[in-house]
């Protein structure tokens, strides 16, 4: 996949990518906030503070890292072993949901 942004090994062992045009869409278009933040993005997936499961999707899990006074969210869904970014973002609280 040469289309690769970057690619990491989260907390639970399960490799999270995701591409340059998604990630492109990601900060132009979501969460603007989070252009140039790959490294925040990285930190929180590879030494999540907590990994919460969604509650309307059991292959969707949230990774948390507290920044200061408020924390990178990063959403990923595992499909087979892997796993893709869906989103990220800074929020002030942690979301509901299963703690894993």
């Not at 340059?20 to 930190?43: C, G, Q, R």
């Not at 969604?54 to 200061?68: E, G, L, M, T």
């Amino acid at each position: 996949m040469t289309d690769v942004h970057f690619e990491v090994t989260s907390s639970l062992g399960k490799r999270i990518r995701v591409t340059k045009s998604y990630w492109n869409f990601i900060i132009t278009v979501k969460h603007p906030m989070m252009a140039s933040k790959e490294a925040l993005v990285k930190d929180a997936l590879i030494n999540a503070e907590e990994v919460r499961r969604s509650i309307k999707d059991k292959d969707v899990f949230v990774y948390y890292k507290r920044q200061k006074k408020h924390f990178t969210a990063v959403v990923c869904k595992h499909l087979n072993g892997e796993g893709y970014i869906i989103t990220t973002y800074i929020t002030d609280r942690i979301k509901i949901g299963e703690v894993v």
